[in-house]
């Protein structure tokens, strides 16, 4: 079942994220979320951070979790949202050669690209994804 459907558990969460309602995507009650989800929410609820400017708690909770493309995605655009564009470039960069098939990796990677001016490699990124709505270019 695809998780963003009408049946889907993150239907609501994504829904917040994407209308701009930042904090209750943070608030949201994940509790009763499957396992194959936890991961999807915490990275829209990271996201929720980063979009309220609350990069430096971001990189703090993701500190350490870098073998975790997901996670190591959200790293990056912190650290471009925080103005470390050299380390985002490089995270970013190692990310989109070892895991292009990644929807994070794709949609956040892309972001930073293109934040740092490298559209073609951006598109590139972006262009592997597979039904992935956010990549979809």
Known sequence: MDPFSAEGELINIHNAFHQGQYQEVIDFDTSALSSENHLPARVLKLRAKIALGQTDQVLSDVDGEEDTPDL??????????????????????????????????????????????????ALALLAKHQGNLEAYV
């Open 72 to 121: 190591a995605a959200v790293k990056a655009l912190a650290q471009q949202t925080a103005g470390d564009s050299e380390a985002a470039l490089k995270l970013t960069q190692d990310l989109a050669e070892n895991y292009p098939d990644n929807a994070t990796v794709q949609a956040l990677g892309g972001t930073v690209l293109q934040a740092q001016g490298s559209s073609e490699e």
